[in-house]
C-alpha cells in the first residue's frame, strides 16, 4: 500500500513537539502569552523549535566492538543572540525532551537579560556504564556531528546533566582541531580554568539557587538561617545548593542521588557528606543517617525543597502532598504546569526554573566574554556579577507577579516573552 502523506497527522509528522516536558512548556507559554497579550505572529513563532538536528555516534569501545548512540542539538531561538545552552549525556534522552530543554533556555536567557538564545544537546546514553576513554570517543565524535551548527559567534553548548568540565575539554580540542588547530575555546563554557574556563563556574548553578533561595525565603518573611531544606539531586547542582545552604547556617535535613534518599532530622554534615560522595560515589549510607525513598523525601515537612535532579518530579499525584512553603527549582521542569497551579493555591511559593537555575548559563556568560577578551576576571567578581543579575531577574518578575496577580511561572515566562516579544518585533520577518 502506498503511502497518502496527507493522512499524516500533526501528531506523526511532529512528534518531537509531543513530549511532556515541552507541552508543559506550551501551556505556560500560552498563559503568558495572554498575560502580556503577546502579538499573534511572534506566538506562533515562539512555539516551535527552529532547527532539531538528529545525528548518529559511532563509538569503538573498549572491547574494540562499535556500538552507535544517538545524538541531538536542538536550536530553539536565536533572537537575542547565539544559541546556548547544555549537552546531557542521559538514558532517557530523546527528541522530545531535548526540543523541551532548548525551549526553557530560550525563555531562561531571556528573562535573565542575557544576549544570548536558547539550545540544548544530548546523547541518549547511560555515562556511568562508559569507560573515560569510551566517553571521549563519544564527545569527540558527536562534537564533530554537529561541529558545523556550532562555534563562538553561532552555538555555544556548556555542561548538563551527565557532562561535566572534561567533557567540554574534550569537546573543545575536537572543534579546535577540525578548524585548523586553532584554540577556540569560545565554541564552549564549562571548561577546565586552565583552558578557558572561568573561576566561578562549576560552583554557579548552586549559588544561584542559593541567592535565589534567600530573596524566596526574604519574600516569605521566613529566616532562611536555621530553615530546614531538603535537596532532591546530589550532583553538580544539589551538592553545591546544599553546600552553601549549610554554610549560610540552613539545615540540610535530607538530601537524595540515584540511590535514593537520606535524612537526619537534625541536618546532615554536607561538607562531610562530599567528602563522603567523593570516596563512595553515592550518599548511600552515610553516617548519622536514616534512609528515604525519593517519594517521601520531596513530602518531607520543611520550609524550603530544592529539586535539583531531573524535570516531571512534581505533578497532580504528588501536589497536594507536597508541605514545603518554598520550592526552588534547581533543576529544568521539575514541577508541572498543572503542579505549580495547585501549589500556588496552597501558598506555597515558587522560584521556577528559568530564574533560579540561571546562575549556570549566567557564568557561562561570563566564561564566553572572558574568551573573546582574553581578559579573566577574579573569583569574587564572578560570584558578584552573579548575584546582581539572578537577584535583579528575580525581582522584575516578583514585581510583576505582584502587579498582575499571578504565579510565579508565569509571571516569569510573561517576562521573557515580553522581552523577546519587543526584540522579534524590531527585527521582523526574513524574507518578510
Ligand atoms: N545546562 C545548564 C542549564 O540548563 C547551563 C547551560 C549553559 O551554561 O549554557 O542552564
Known sequence: MSLNYSDKNTSQIEGHLNGPLFQNALQTIEEAAK??????????????PRRCVTVSVPVRMDDYSVKVFTGYRVQYNATLGPYKGGIRYHQNVDLPEVVGLAALMTFKNSVLGLPLGGAKGGVCVDPTKLSRTEKQNLTRRYASEISSFVGPTKDIPAPDVGTDPQTMAWFMDTYSQEQGGYSQPGVVTGKPVEIGGSLGRNHATGLGVVFVAEKAFENCRIPFAGARIVVQGFGNVGSFAAL???????????VSDVSGGIFNGDGLNIPELIEYVKINKSIKDFPKSQPV????????????????ALEGQIDVHNAEKIKAKIIVEGANGPVSNAATKILHSRNIFIAPDVVANGGGVIVSYFEWVQDIMSFFWDEHEIDNRLKSIITKAFDTVVTFRNEKNVDMRSAAMAVSIKRLEKAMLLRGLYPR
Do not use: W
Request: aromatic share 8%; with cysteine; charged share 30%.
Open 293 to 308: 525513598s525519593n517519594s517521601q523525601l520531596l513530602e518531607l515537612d520543611c520550609e524550603g525543597l530544592f529539586p535539583c
Open 35 to 48: 498575560i502580556i497579550d503577546c502579538d499573534k505572529n511572534v506566538l506562533e513563532r515562539l512555539k516551535k
Open 244 to 254: 552553601f545552604s549549610y554554610q549560610r547556617g540552613a539545615k540540610v535535613i535530607a
